[in-house]
Nanobody, 121 residues
Protein backbone atom coordinates (compact mmCIF):
# COMPACT_ATOMS: atom_id res chain seq x y z
CA UNK A 1 0.00 0.00 0.00
CA UNK A 2 1.32 3.42 -1.00
CA UNK A 3 0.60 6.27 1.40
CA UNK A 4 0.99 9.75 -0.04
CA UNK A 5 1.11 12.94 2.03
CA UNK A 6 1.11 16.44 0.57
CA UNK A 7 2.47 19.61 2.18
CA UNK A 8 3.33 23.17 1.24
CA UNK A 9 -0.09 24.56 0.43
CA UNK A 10 -1.24 27.94 1.65
CA UNK A 11 -2.15 31.46 0.66
CA UNK A 12 -0.10 33.25 -2.00
CA UNK A 13 -0.59 36.46 -3.95
CA UNK A 14 -1.10 36.41 -7.70
CA UNK A 15 2.24 36.45 -9.48
CA UNK A 16 3.97 34.76 -6.59
CA UNK A 17 5.44 31.29 -6.13
CA UNK A 18 4.75 28.24 -4.02
CA UNK A 19 6.29 24.78 -3.82
CA UNK A 20 4.27 21.71 -2.97
CA UNK A 21 5.80 18.48 -1.72
CA UNK A 22 4.51 14.93 -1.57
CA UNK A 23 6.15 12.15 0.39
CA UNK A 24 5.65 8.42 0.06
CA UNK A 25 6.23 6.16 3.01
CA UNK A 26 7.24 3.13 0.91
CA UNK A 27 10.51 2.36 -0.79
CA UNK A 28 8.74 1.63 -4.07
CA UNK A 29 8.54 5.39 -4.75
CA UNK A 30 11.34 5.33 -7.32
CA UNK A 31 9.48 2.76 -9.44
CA UNK A 32 6.23 4.72 -9.62
CA UNK A 33 5.04 7.41 -11.97
CA UNK A 34 3.81 10.40 -10.00
CA UNK A 35 1.45 13.26 -10.72
CA UNK A 36 -0.34 16.30 -9.38
CA UNK A 37 -4.03 16.89 -9.96
CA UNK A 38 -6.22 19.68 -8.62
CA UNK A 39 -9.87 20.36 -7.93
CA UNK A 40 -11.39 23.79 -7.63
CA UNK A 41 -14.74 24.36 -5.89
CA UNK A 42 -17.61 23.28 -8.12
CA UNK A 43 -15.29 21.88 -10.79
CA UNK A 44 -14.08 18.45 -11.79
CA UNK A 45 -10.63 17.23 -10.84
CA UNK A 46 -8.04 18.44 -13.35
CA UNK A 47 -4.67 16.99 -14.37
CA UNK A 48 -1.77 19.35 -13.59
CA UNK A 49 1.53 17.56 -14.17
CA UNK A 50 3.11 14.10 -14.23
CA UNK A 51 6.57 12.59 -14.09
CA UNK A 52 7.66 9.06 -14.92
CA UNK A 53 10.00 6.99 -12.80
CA UNK A 54 12.89 8.08 -15.04
CA UNK A 55 11.98 11.77 -15.23
CA UNK A 56 9.84 12.14 -18.34
CA UNK A 57 7.33 14.94 -17.69
CA UNK A 58 3.94 16.02 -18.96
CA UNK A 59 1.85 19.09 -18.13
CA UNK A 60 -1.69 20.27 -18.41
CA UNK A 61 -2.18 23.13 -20.85
CA UNK A 62 -3.21 25.59 -18.15
CA UNK A 63 0.09 25.32 -16.26
CA UNK A 64 2.67 24.84 -19.03
CA UNK A 65 5.55 27.27 -18.68
CA UNK A 66 4.58 28.20 -15.09
CA UNK A 67 4.70 24.97 -13.08
CA UNK A 68 7.53 22.44 -12.85
CA UNK A 69 7.23 18.90 -11.54
CA UNK A 70 10.29 17.10 -10.19
CA UNK A 71 11.18 14.21 -7.94
CA UNK A 72 13.94 13.12 -5.58
CA UNK A 73 14.04 9.33 -5.60
CA UNK A 74 16.59 9.22 -2.77
CA UNK A 75 14.32 11.15 -0.42
CA UNK A 76 11.04 9.71 -1.78
CA UNK A 77 9.70 13.20 -2.42
CA UNK A 78 7.70 14.66 -5.31
CA UNK A 79 7.64 18.43 -5.89
CA UNK A 80 5.51 20.93 -7.75
CA UNK A 81 7.11 24.35 -8.19
CA UNK A 82 4.37 26.85 -8.93
CA UNK A 83 5.47 30.18 -10.40
CA UNK A 84 3.47 33.14 -11.70
CA UNK A 85 0.39 31.81 -9.97
CA UNK A 86 -3.05 33.10 -10.88
CA UNK A 87 -6.34 33.24 -8.94
CA UNK A 88 -7.63 30.44 -11.17
CA UNK A 89 -4.92 28.18 -9.75
CA UNK A 90 -6.86 28.16 -6.48
CA UNK A 91 -7.75 24.53 -5.73
CA UNK A 92 -7.04 21.53 -3.60
CA UNK A 93 -3.92 19.91 -5.02
CA UNK A 94 -3.62 16.14 -4.88
CA UNK A 95 -0.55 13.97 -5.22
CA UNK A 96 -1.08 10.73 -7.13
CA UNK A 97 0.88 7.62 -8.02
CA UNK A 98 0.57 4.89 -10.60
CA UNK A 99 2.33 2.28 -12.66
CA UNK A 100 2.98 4.50 -15.69
CA UNK A 101 2.83 8.13 -16.75
CA UNK A 102 -0.18 7.34 -18.95
CA UNK A 103 -1.99 5.74 -16.03
CA UNK A 104 -1.11 8.41 -13.48
CA UNK A 105 -2.27 11.19 -15.80
CA UNK A 106 -5.77 9.75 -16.16
CA UNK A 107 -6.61 7.17 -13.47
CA UNK A 108 -3.96 6.92 -10.76
CA UNK A 109 -3.79 3.91 -8.46
CA UNK A 110 -3.15 5.99 -5.34
CA UNK A 111 -4.16 9.43 -4.09
CA UNK A 112 -3.06 11.70 -1.27
CA UNK A 113 -5.45 13.64 0.95
CA UNK A 114 -4.79 16.97 -0.75
CA UNK A 115 -3.44 20.37 0.22
CA UNK A 116 -5.25 23.68 -0.26
CA UNK A 117 -3.69 26.37 -2.44
CA UNK A 118 -5.36 29.78 -2.47
CA UNK A 119 -4.20 32.55 -4.79
CA UNK A 120 -5.37 36.05 -3.93
CA UNK A 121 -5.75 38.74 -6.57
Amino acid sequence: QVTLMESGGGLVQAGGSLRLSCTDSKTVFSTLAMAWHRQAPGKEREFVAAISSVGVTDYGDSVKGRFTISRDNYKNVLYLQMNSVKPEDTAVYYCAAGSSIVRVTATPHYWGQGTQVTVSS
